[in-house]
């Protein structure tokens, strides 16, 4: 069958619906799936900025007691060294001299003791009692210091663990004592614990697994609090973190957050980081990631198994709505087939014809190249049908319209049943000689069909040629007109043979 024998092709959407929905199905897919990755993403974000902001919120109220305390300490050592230039105030008695030299409302052992070291760093004064206890710190390097560098101020030392009393983990704060000749006289100093700030961060909720701690510009840790599997009973207080690499990037940023993993245990956490004001105090609150996108990732979990139920669904559907499209769209096409082609000898049926002729017959006119029929007759088959009967004739017919088929070699020539025992061949872009070479093809190929059963007569055909050369005032009836005339001749002149229209007469 030739390329005549199918339905004109339609538009992609007609002909491959079930393409059209699997691809916009897809398209909807990706598009759900991006909106509730963006969607999840940005609560993500939003989860993140809560957590950090909550932990900025924690850093700035300790900074504040961290600033409020050094500012007492260092109002307190100015007090005790304009006290101790004033010699006059020395001599009253010693209890009146005590409130004199130290504020006693807040000398405190919850802070930590105040010193008056002389030139010689033996203690003078001493805030925790009248008699001051006996002691030296000439030997420590903050009043080696102190005594070589007039131009220090207020030195906040590392940690240490207290020479007198019952003291803990402190640090001290301490300024420099000079003679009314500007030369060092001694040292004022204070020590603070560093427990102070331990209560301080446990009255605050950080979260599970996250931890708050104070350290100085050398990396040494001084006060900490964790929770979970973060806090642990060993005391860490005096350990060194410069060389982390954590600790390297929050020192060199100053302040803000980042998330990287642990260097105690290698875990992803949040990290919120300030300098305290001018001061070598660090402050650092770290939180557990896990922790902090915990309620997040059920949340995400949850909208992502729902989102993949969603779109398995919807692909599912349009798999089985494709799957009766094409259903569909093959049962149509095989109506459609039906309706244009002869059920018995499988060529293109009377309309089918019709509207190939006619379209055919305007493509010719409108490009004024030649076009050609033929009328094709089964000669005796009245005769072989009462030899064979109806079955016999039919198989005939069948033999016969699968030579005349096989015998057109272009896509665009078409051959049709007409009616009864006689086809008709449509050759676009043919003229006489071509047409005529072709009916002779046609003949010769019904000819050589091996005779039906024991018949000794073989099918043979008559075949009429019309042609339609350019410039002619021939019209499509009196086309067809001509190749009807010309099969008759044919029939009169002894049947299986060709005859061509008849030449013009002048």
């Known amino acids: 069958m030739n390329a005549h024998t199918t339905p004109p092709r339609a538009g992609l959407y007609r002909t491959h619906p079930e393409l059209i929905l699997n691809l916009g199905s897809c398209l909807a897919v990706l598009a759900i799936v991006a909106i509730v990755t963006f969607l999840l993403l940005r609560e993500r974000m939003n989860v993140e900025q809560t957590a950090t902001r909550s932990a900025r919120n924690i850093v700035k109220l300790i900074e504040t007691d961290i600033i409020r305390n050094v500012e007492l300490y260092d109002l307190s050592l100015q007090s005790l060294i304009w006290a101790v230039q004033h010699p006059e105030l020395l001599g009253i008695p010693p209890h009146m001299r005590q409130q004199v030299l130290f504020n006693q409302a807040f000398s405190s052992p919850v802070r930590g003791d105040i010193l008056w070291l002389d030139r010689d760093g033996n203690v003078v004064a001493d805030s925790a009692s009248t008699t001051p206890r006996s002691a030296n710190f000439a030997d420590t390097p903050i009043f080696q210091e102190h005594k070589r560098n007039p131009d220090l101020g207020m030195v906040i030392s590392p940690p240490f663990k207290a020479r007198l009393g019952d003291l803990d983990w402190c640090i001290s704060f301490s300024r420099r004592i000079e003679d009314a000749d500007g030369d060092f006289a001694g040292v004022a100093g204070g020590a603070l614990r560093l427990s102070h700030f331990n209560d301080v961060f446990r009255r605050l909720d950080v979260g599970h697994d996250s931890s708050i701690n104070l350290m100085n510009t050398d990396g040494q840790l001084l006060a900490r609090h964790a929770t979970g599997p973060s806090a642990n009973t060993v005391d860490r207080t005096g350990s060194s973190f410069s060389t982390r690499i954590n600790f390297q990037r929050l020192l060199a940023e100053g302040s803000g957050s980042f998330s990287a993993p642990s260097g105690h245990d290698g875990r992803p956490r949040l990290y919120t980081f300030a300098r305290v004001a001018e001061l070598p105090l660090v402050l650092v609150v770290t939180q557990s990631e896990d922790e902090v996108y915990s309620a997040w990732k059920r949340t995400a979990i949850l909208v992502s198994a729902a989102t993949g139920v969603l779109c398995i669904g919807i692909l599912w559907l349009s798999l089985m709505l494709g799957r009766e499209l094409r259903r569909r769209h093959s049962a149509e096409r095989s109506l459609a087939e039906l309706a244009a082609t002869d059920s018995l000898t499988g060529l293109p049926n009377r309309r ?150 008849k030449p013009a007469t002048t």
């Open 352 to 501: 089918q014809l019709d509207q190939v002729l006619r379209r055919e017959w305007a493509r010719a006119q409108r490009t004024q190249r030649p076009i050609a029929v033929l009328m094709i007759d089964v000669d005796h088959f009245r005769g072989f049908n009462e030899r064979h009967g109806h079955h016999g004739g039919d198989e005939a017919l069948r033999r016969v319209a699968n030579a005349i088929g096989c015998s057109l070699l272009r896509p665009t020539d078409l051959a049709a049943r007409y009616g009864g025992e006689e086809f008709v061949a449509v050759l676009p872009d043919t003229d006489l000689h071509g047409a005529m070479l072709l009916a002779e093809r046609i003949r010769l190929s019904v000819q050589t069909l091996p005779p039906y059963g024991d018949d000794e007569k073989a099918v043979s055909v008559s075949v009429g040629v019309g042609v339609h050369v350019p410039g002619s005032a021939l019209s499509l009836g009196e086309l067809m007109a001509g190749a009807d005339e010309a099969l008759y001749r044919a029939k009169r002149n002894g049947r299986n043979r060709v005859e061509g229209p």
